[in-house]
């Protein structure tokens, strides 16, 4: 399987840590590419609608080339931290753009890796849970998995063998 991750962190952290870990489980059987979005060149979408009617985004950017990967891939991770209660800007960048080829993405694989800095049972969870349920039954997605965890400190989520296993794991049984 042709798997995309779309990593929305710009740091070197626990957001990266459980994209790792979960490569690792998935690598063996999987091809696997990552989209950092904080190193491309990409303008946010300016709701111009133009790409509705011609075959992608009319910025001359790197827009059209990462949605051609995000549309060729069988599945779609999107990782992110959390930011002010949502996914990072550098993840809403990269969805944003995506509407240029929205129904392209109907029907494929996903999971989502959330990360913060505040106890799982908090509400910044569920309001990025919901957003990716929303895209979810609008695109007719397979929503395989969402997984949250909770860490502060940059190596803290490393230290936690229960979630390294669990990214795995998850990885593997793609």
């Known amino acids: 399987m042709k798997i995309v991750i779309i990593n929305g962190s710009a740091r070197k952290g626990n957001t990266l840590t459980a994209i790792n870990a979960f490569i ?14 904080d190193k491309l060149n990409i303008a946010p979408c300016k709701g111009c ?4 009617c011609s075959k992608g985004c009319v910025d ?3 827009t059209n080339p990462t949605i051609d990967k995000i549309a060729a891939a ?10 002010w209660w949502g996914m990072s800007a550098q993840l ?16 494929k694989k996903v999971g989502t890796i959330v990360v913060g ?3 799982v049972d908090s509400i910044q969870y569920e309001l990025i849970d919901k957003q990716f349920d929303c895209m979810a039954k609008y695109l ?8 949250s965890y909770y860490a502060t400190a940059r190596d803290e989520l490393e230290k ?3 979630s390294m296993n669990e990214l795995e794991e998850i990885g593997k049984n793609l």
């Not at 609608?49 to 509705?52: E, S």
Request: charged share 35%; glycine share 6%.
């Open 117 to 119: 800095g505040s106890p």
């Open 92 to 107: 809403k960048l990269i969805i944003d753009k995506c509407y240029c080829r929205g129904l392209q993405l109907k029907n």
């Open 49 to 52: 609608g133009v790409c509705q």
């Open 60 to 62: 001359k950017d790197d």
């Open 140 to 147: 007719s997605w397979d929503m395989l998995f969402k997984k």
């Open 24 to 37: 690792k489980g998935a690598l063996e059987k999987n091809e696997i590419e990552i989209i950092e979005p």
């Open 74 to 83: 069988d599945m779609i991770l999107f990782a992110t931290p959390v930011y």
């Open 160 to 162: 936690n063998k229960d």
